[in-house]
């Protein structure tokens, strides 16, 4: 097999390198060494060990054991585990026992919710058909798609799936559904004939490519590229090779965690020599107090509050049609700054829907959108139907009777299977209240024909029959006449009809043409020579309109801060319409495929951030505009439903996929699938993700000053020489127990009310800013001086080490009960409107205080973590001690609540640590700082 690949590689290059769409037929014959009847059997065994097998290669999956350890590869584990030995060396083994634990459970569940990369590239292979007929030493036979070989011949039928990449040697009103690989919003109707070399993948006409969907029509054509060569392959080969960045969050808390583990060795190391050179412990009590400072100094309970707040918003977004499948993209969904979006489907309702009809002397409007017949035709604001006239009622009748889709009514309701387009020409003659079409049979018919850009039927009549002709306007206006029986002549003619169509194109709208005609009655059937000489009916215009809710949801992430940009497979006036009706581009803000194909990676850069719609795109542009808007310092999320937006989706620090249109590989890429394909559900989740950061920010306010409390007791008695307040196993109850089960409430805090309103987050904003650093320190020292207090007032009055012990730790916890309350509000006071919004604060009080009942008065417990049952009177002191910490913190809120709003007001905001930032607006109004924080409201 390794020989295989080899020659698979090397071969395929002198196939795969080729423009098979730019060569003549008999060119490619010459080429492939190969004929209409085929290779033989052994030719194409041959073939087979030169080029390998028509499949993608499968990546081998990471040792699930190493994929385990990685998940203890962080260096504040590191400290732990440390920490952890020294214990066990000391003989401590209850200690040693908790940290390995608590280790473990943590890496358990990292394995669990860990996501397999692979199976996107499995997902591919599973897009590929397991048959396909072919042509061998002139026979027609069925092989296993696997043992295709360049040369091939293969026949092709509506609804095949294409086994490789094909040039087309034969095409009958064949079309192909290609938007899974190039973003195309219709079938494609193909020909046999030669495209320019330069041609995207999107324009090669003469191509049946690896994965599509044959839709109509029938086709022959020679295998060109097979496996890993095909276009399919290539996208495949590049999802190998795109580097998935970590999420925004986990990379601040890398950095996080890697400056906590610095400070702690480095506390850790002053305190030992302070303890030992100058204290004098005893080198056992010593190496106990340093692991005690390492363990109260590291947030063991961050992790799993992270995880409960990620989790909760996964439900919460799972009820408003966003499945998030990587918990960590929760919240990087606040953070994004740009949301890159496809058009079809997503900001559009992936339904055509006519829009104007053109006679020579009328133009008519119609409502309504979809192909549900719902709305109604206007002439210069009056309702028209069927009886208006009669070129309007022929109109109807042509563009209904020279249809194949089906419309069936059940009830009150219709609905309407078929061509895109032809369901939007039924739906509108409905809504102009012609129903003919049930009734009517075809004598005859000339089915469309990529090449004639035509169809027509042949339509019985009680005095004569009518020939009925639609399709390409430029096709149908050489076929037609034009002698003002509709209306005037000076607007019955070619030139004057160019003119509409040329008008009605720059709108991005896809327009149809139709012409009738009279026969006798002895007319049967319908020659080509009979469909000239037509007399032009006029043209019917239609869109796929966008979405209503994308158009208020793209203003509110305007309003947000957030850019939006469309990048899809459309052309270029069709794209621009769009994202003119969708107010995401004005003027001529739109850049297409081809000109992005010049451009190097740093012009891209300019390009990608000066530009707002992006048409005839490939998978590559997709993925390169992507990491273009990364290099600008922009956190991207990407929209995408098909296989060409696989790897743009792998790359970006979002990736959508849609839920209802979406491929396998697709949802495999992404971070998030939306169950509803509807990119206004994509800025409630922005919304949503930064009300869970602001909860995030609210769990480590609460968690750190907690740390930093028993941290500041446990080296303030190293510096004062004295025995140890806490012991690292109670450290561990607190900050495991205790902490976990009240921060556990702020997941469920309501969203702030400026969250719809304000700036995203820098990309490189700390996690800490200068607000919580003030507030985490100032907390920490309040907290551990009452704590030390309490300790030193007990010894005092003749307590022994064990009671004052667990005074000390209940008097943590108490500070914890109080400041939950605190935190639930950063700078606004704590009772007032909105104390009792969210009872899970309460439930959470309850249970620690039930908790630690059983802590201090249960006897296993006292033997477990060396404490004393609590008398009335200490318990009283410890509450009282509690709500004394809870009022003071109070007290700085209103202070710092009262300079940050004074220094608001002079256009800056609070920061203890530097001068006044000023602020200034920005073009949309949403407030940007002129230093690094954008907002003062990124303290929330």
Known sequence: MKTKDTKNKKSSNSTGQVHWHSLPVDEIYRRLDTSPEGLTDKS???????????????????????????????????????????????????????????????????????????????????????????????????????????????????????????????????????????????????????????????????????????????????????????????????????QT????????????????????????????????????????????????????????????????????????????????????????????????????????????????????????????????????????????????????????????????????????????????????????????????????????????????????????????????????????????????SIGQSDTNSPEWWKEQLSSLASEGKRIIATASKKVPLDYKNILLSDVFNMDFLGIVAMIDPPRQEAIKAIEQCHQAGVEVKMITGDHTLTAKAIGESLNIVKEDNVISGPELEKLSDIELEAVAKKYQVFARTTPEHKLRLVKALQSNGQIVAMTGDGVNDAPALKRADVGIAMGIKGTDVTKDSAEMILADDNFATIAKAVFEGRSIYDNLKKSILFVLPTNGAEGFVMMASVLIGGH????????????????????????????????????????????????????????????????????????QFGADYGHARSAAVNTLVAGEVFYLLNCRYLREPVLGKGFFSNPKVFYAISSVVLIQLFFTYTPFMNILFDTTPLHTRELTWILAAGLLFFIIVEIEKMITKKIFDNDSEKGGYFNPFKKIVPIRKSENGTMKSLWSNPSRNNFM
């Open 245 to 484: 960045l970590s999420t925004p969050l986990m990379r601040k808390f890398d950095r996080f965690g890697k400056m906590l583990a610095i400070a702690i060795i480095f506390l850790s190391a002053i305190f030992f020599m302070l303890g030992y050179f100058i204290q004098g412990y005893a080198l056992n009590e010593l190496f106990l107090i340093v692991v005690g400072i390492a363990v109260s100094l590291i947030p063991e309970g961050l992790p799993v509050l992270m995880t409960i707040t990620l989790a909760k918003g996964v439900l919460k977004m799972a009820k408003q049609n966003a499945i998030i499948r990587k918990l960590p993209s929760v919240e990087t969904l606040g953070e994004v700054t740009v949301i890159c979006s496809d058009k079809t489907g997503t900001l559009t309702k992936n339904e055509m829907t006519v829009t104007d009809v053109l006679l020579a002397n009328k133009q008519y409007t119609v409502t309504g959108v979809g192909y549900s017949p719902v709305g109604e035709i206007f002439d210069n604001g009056k309702k028209v139907a069927m009886g208006e006239s009669d070129g309007f009622d022929e109109l109807l009748q042509g563009v209904a009777l020279c249809s194949n889709s089906e419309a069936n009514k059940s009830g009150d309701e219709w609905s309407i299977i078929g061509d895109p387009t032809e369901s939007a020409l039924l739906s509108l003659a409905l809504k102009g209240g012609y129903y003919g079409f049930k009734n009517n049979k075809r004598l005859d018919i000339i089915p469309f024909d990529s090449s004639q850009k035509f169809m027509a039927v042949l339509i019985p009549g009680e005095h004569f029959n009518t020939i009925y002709l639609k399709g390409a306007p430029e096709k149908v206006l050489e076929m037609s006449v034009f002698h003002g």
């Open 44 to 242: 194409a065994e041959e073939r087979s060990l030169k080029y390998g097998w028509n499949k993608l290669p499968e990546k081998s999956g990471v040792n699930p054991v190493m994929k385990f350890l990685k998940h203890f590869d962080n260096l504040l584990i590191y400290i732990l585990l440390i920490a952890a030995v020294i214990t066990a060396l000391m003989g401590n083994w209850l200690v040693t026992g908790v940290i390995f634990g608590v280790e473990l459970i943590n890496a358990v569940i990292g394995y669990i919710q860990e996501n397999k990369a692979e199976r996107a590239i499995r997902g591919i292979s599973n897009m590929l058909p397991g048959h396909a007929k072919v042509i061998r030493s002139s026979q027609t036979k069925s092989i296993l798609a696997e043992s295709l070989v360049p040369g091939d011949i293969v026949l092709l039928k509506a609804g095949d799936k294409i086994p490789a990449d094909i040039r087309l040697t034969e095409a009958t009103n064949m079309k192909i559904e290609e938007a899974v690989l190039t973003g195309e919003s219709l079938p494609v109707n193909k020909t046999t004939e030669v495209f320019p070399e330069e041609s995207l993948p999107a324009d090669r006409k003469c191509m049946a490519y690896s994965g599509t969907l044959v839709t109509n029509g029938i086709g022959t054509g020679i295998v060109v590229c097979t496996g890993v060569h095909t276009q399919i392959g290539q996208i495949s080969k590049m999802m190998e090779d795109v």
């Open 724 to 795: 140890m307040p806490i012991t690292p196993l109670q450290i561990l109850w607190i900050n495991l127990v205790t902490a976990v089960t009240l921060g556990f409430a702020l997941a469920f805090e309501p969203g702030e009310p400026n969250v719809t309103t304000r700036p995203p987050r820098k990309p490189n904003e700390p996690i800490l800013d200068g607000f919580l650093i003030w507030r985490i320190g100032f907390v920490s020292v309040l907290l551990g001086s009452i704590t030390l207090m309490v300790h030193h007032f007990l010894i």
